[in-house]
């Protein structure tokens, strides 16, 4: 019999034993490591405490120790939030802010006239140490009495101003400081909101750290807007006065230092009682903080300031901002080196007086009644370029410009969007689809009338501006991403967000990216080519940039069919859909309207075969609107606009579309309507009456043909004085549209 194998504790000893006890010894050696530092560590603890019971306080101390430490628990949460808030408007101060005036631009119009500057007349003034003493007091006195002894935040000033308030029951003082009122100049913008003023306080304290009082104080005059299309103290001073801003008598002082609460309606060209009453104040102000006594400021107050007599020549100053822009970003980009040119524009301003009237008219006539304030439109002439811009309603009160810069949802009108994909797709006005309830990922949109058609064709889907059927092609058919990238092709430069929620337009777009985009319908699916400058000369004469020369030629970005398809839609909008108020008279009209959520925004987009504009309507604060949609006030206003700016002009058929008037042969002003078998659509009948004779119109074409061959300003003529700018001759672009 064999004997069993042994067990391996009965295994000699060897190499595993010896193994198995090291592995012992270096267990025992962490547990005894690992309780004895845990010992340790009890005992320090222990140590500790019994230490800091000695610092333990008891009674009425113990709870002012407890509040005091919430206190700065929750101060440093909130001074983290503050920071993150701030970051972004730190992110201004890399640019070259200091430089911005460095350019010296005259502006002309699409004609050659004179309409404005922007650059260093900005920073035209006297050293700060050369300015009369009494200006310096009236805008200390009036602006901020502790400039040069609070650290860019004054909370006795604000406390201050918040009991008068209090006292009058509405906003009487403003607590910002010069140093704030900078920080908003130089960097932000006008827009009323939480976040605006805590980025402004981060920056004064930022210009503060950064530059001297002096320098703050010398920016604040150089920079502010005064009133009569001029930016400082020393421009106003000239325009105002006739005089050197070193010049000027106290009450010419006074007179100054009222502008910057609200120059537009305190500007002395305008509202000369209302200037000299603010001066008065302004006088008060040196009294009451003890700057001056009343006995020397009595003569100012016997014999007020008188100024130049001018007639008003409003400004487009929206426009002359964005342009201002456009010339620096093509010096960047190397287009050419100098710093003092001419720049011959785009704009109208026979347009541009009908635009900012139109969108004047409406607010005054309507926005009571709608709780509507502001309002902002685009023109753009087939071709591309702008010939009316619209920031806002008073340049004066806020220069921010909301046709450019202010991001708001489009509504229904970013639907052209997603059935120009949808046509690129290969669909067309007659592909039926449902209209009924869908829901995508747990959302469900509905109708403006919370009603269902059922089977409709996109035609009819898009004229009356339904909104399952966008949601439900974005769905199906097409997808988000497809949408956003046809958005971005046509011209919308904003950027977007691609989730479902998109085909009805709630990612927020600019005036300027819709009018963009809607001018790509007229010019037949390629791209619109906006733009501001048509030229920028040398003040020899040369021309450093010419548009029609230096930029590429238009790309398509429709396709011909989907153009067609489209322009049919779009133009049916106005005569049988949700835009029948913008509906201009003898001229065929094509266009979208939008009404954001709740009221917020409200859009028309629309073109003719000439012109594009994009209309806008809504509140700064976001405040909604009275039911306002986007087939009112939006759709009347470009009426308005669109009426006056096709009197006596050629008109433009709308591509693809036969006529150019809606339903009819154009022949000697007569429409005669026409309704084809089946369609959807049933346009009225239109008469155009003729403006100008043949021979007129030929005289006209001839004058027009003579101003296009004049050639440029040839090198080496004597520079031209700023006043004779007008009379100089400069050739307009090549291509360029037919003088009205």
């Known amino acids: 019999m064999q004997d069993e194998p042994q067990s391996s504790e009965e295994l000699p000893p060897g190499r595993p034993r010896k193994k198995r006890h090291i592995l012992l010894r270096i267990d025992s050696w962490i547990d005894s490591t690992v309780w004895n530092l845990g010992f340790r560590l009890g005992e320090i603890w222990e140590e500790i405490t019994i230490f800091s019971r000695k610092f333990r306080v008891r009674g009425w101390k113990r709870a002012v120790f407890e509040v005091a430490g919430e206190a700065m628990t929750l101060g440093t949460a909130g001074a983290v939030a503050l920071l993150a808030l701030a970051l972004p408007a730190f992110e201004e101060t890399k640019q070259d802010w200091r430089n911005r005036g460095d350019f010296a631009v005259t502006f002309l119009d699409r004609y050659g006239n004179v309409i404005g500057h922007r650059g260093i007349i900005h920073e035209d003034s006297v050293p700060i140490d050369e300015l009369p003493d009494h200006l310096i007091k009236a805008v200390l006195a009036t602006e901020d009495r502790r400039f040069f002894t609070h650290f860019g935040i004054d909370f006795m000033g604000l406390a201050r101003a918040l009991n008068e308030n209090a006292k009058a029951g509405g906003v009487v003082q403003g607590g910002s400081t010069l140093t704030q009122q900078l920080a908003k100049n130089l960097f932000l913008t006008n827009e009323r909101s939480l976040e605006r003023k805590i980025k402004e306080a981060f920056l004064s304290l930022w210009l503060e750290a950064n530059l001297s009082k002096k320098e703050i104080l010398s920016l604040y005059l150089d920079r502010a807007y005064m009133g009569g299309g001029t930016f400082g103290a020393a421009a106003a001073a000239q325009f105002y006065f006739g005089k050197n801003i070193a010049e000027v008598n106290l009450a010419e002082s006074a007179m100054l230092a009222g502008l910057f609460k609200a120059p537009a309606k305190y500007a002395p060209h305008v509202n000369l009682p209302a200037a000299r009453a603010r001066a008065n104040e302004v006088l008060s102000n040196l009294v009451q903080s003890g700057m001056m006594s009343e006995g020397q400021v009595i003569g100012a107050r016997r014999n007020p300031a008188t100024v130049m007599d001018r007639a008003e020549a409003k400004a487009p100053d929206f426009f002359l901002d964005w342009a201002f822009d456009e010339v620096q970003h093509l010096a960047d980009a190397g287009r050419f080196r100098e710093h003092s040119v001419i720049v ?96 995508w990922n747990g959302w469900s949109p509905q109708n403006y009338g919370r009603s269902y058609k059922g089977k409709v064709t996109l035609m009819t889907a898009m004229s009356q501006s339904l909104n399952t059927v966008p949601v439900r092609l974005a769905k199906e058919k097409l997808g988000t991403k497809a949408i956003v990238e046809m958005a971005k092709a046509m011209g919308i430069e904003t950027p977007l967000r691609s989730d479902k929620t998109v085909p009805l337009g709630t990612s927020e777009v600019t005036v300027l990216d819709q009018a963009t985009a809607y001018a790509v319908m007229p010019a037949g699916g390629m791209q619109s080519r906006r733009h501001g400058i048509s030229q920028v000369l040398g003040y020899g004469g040369e021309v450093l940039y010419d548009f029609q020369r230096d930029e590429p030629p238009a790309k398509r970005v429709l396709s011909e069919d989907a153009t067609k398809s489209m322009n049919r839609i779009l133009t049916t909008i106005p005569y049988n859909g949700t835009a029948r108020r913008a509906a201009v008279e003898g001229v065929l009209t094509g266009g979208k309207t939008g009404t954001s959520q709740s009221y917020r925004d409200a859009w028309f987009v629309g073109f003719t075969g000439n012109y594009t504009a994009a209309v806008w309507f809504g509140n700064d604060d976001f405040t909604p609107m009275k039911e306002m949609t986007g087939g009112t006030l939006p759709a009347m206003t470009f009426k308005k606009l669109m009426d006056y700016a096709h009197q006596g002009i050629e008109l433009r058929p709308i591509p693809f579309i036969d006529n150019p008037l809606p339903g009819g042969d154009h022949k000697g002003g007569q429409a005669v309507a026409k309704k084809e078998e089946g369609s959807e659509t049933d346009l009225p009948a239109l008469i155009r009456p003729r403006s100008l004779s043949a021979e007129s119109t030929r005289v006209l074409r001839q004058i027009a043909k003579d101003l296009k061959a004049a050639g440029p300003l040839l090198p080496g003529t004597p520079k031209v004085a700023e006043a004779d700018v007008t009379e100089a001759v400069i050739k307009p672009a090549a291509g360029g549209t037919e003088t009205r």
Request: aromatic share 8%.
């Open 344 to 439: 011959r524009t785009t704009i109208d301003t026979g347009l541009q007086q009908a635009a900012e009237a139109a969108m004047e008219s409406s607010l005054r006539e309507y926005g009571e009644g709608y709780k509507v304030k502001q309002g902002s439109l685009v023109m753009i002439e087939n071709g591309g370029a702008v010939r009316a811009m619209v920031g806002g309603r008073d340049y004066g009160e806020s220069q921010f410009n909301r046709a450019t810069r202010a991001l708001r949802q489009p509504g229904s009108s970013f639907k052209l969007y997603t059935y120009a994909a949808a046509m690129e797709s290969g669909m067309t006005p007659e592909t039926v689809i449902s209209d009924a309830p869908i829901t």
